[in-house]
């Protein structure tokens, strides 16, 4: 079993900056894949950027690619968020699985969320 937990979430201006940790526990990451999602109200939940075991890197194109940084270091998973709009505004989830996949039905390992709210 693996438990994550994130933090870092908050209340920004546009154009503001944050940064969002999942800290995971309960088993090795060493061969898990991890990965930021995101829903906003009223929306289904979406990806945003995936880490894999290996050091590769996905983002979704159209809403956050050079924006957002993912990174990863041990049992932590990190996401820089740069230039934030208001359509960033959502509920973000870490979560993590064995497949090498971006689909979220995949992902056997869910955080509880950090709501990240930018205001104009």
């Known amino acids: 079993q693996v438990q994550l937990v994130e933090s870092g979430g908050g209340l920004v201006q546009t154009g503001g900056s944050l940064r969002l940790s999942c800290t995971a526990s309960?088993?090795?990451?060493?061969?898990?894949?991890m990965a930021w999602f995101r829903q906003a109200p009223g929306k289904e939940r979406e990806f945003v950027a995936s880490?894999?075991?290996?050091?590769?890197r996905t983002y979704d194109p159209d809403s956050v690619k050079g924006r957002f940084t993912i990174s990863r270091d041990g049992a932590k998973m990190f996401l820089q968020m740069n230039s934030l709009k208001s359509e960033d505004t959502a509920v973000y989830y870490c979560?993590?699985?064995?497949?090498?996949?971006?689909?979220?039905?995949?992902?056997?390992?869910w955080g509880q969320g950090t709501q990240v709210t930018v205001s104009s």
């Open positions: 880490i894999w075991w290996s050091g590769s």
């Open positions: 979560a993590a699985t064995k497949s090498f996949t971006i689909e979220r039905a995949f992902f056997d390992y």
């Open positions: 309960g088993r090795t990451l060493n061969d898990l894949n």
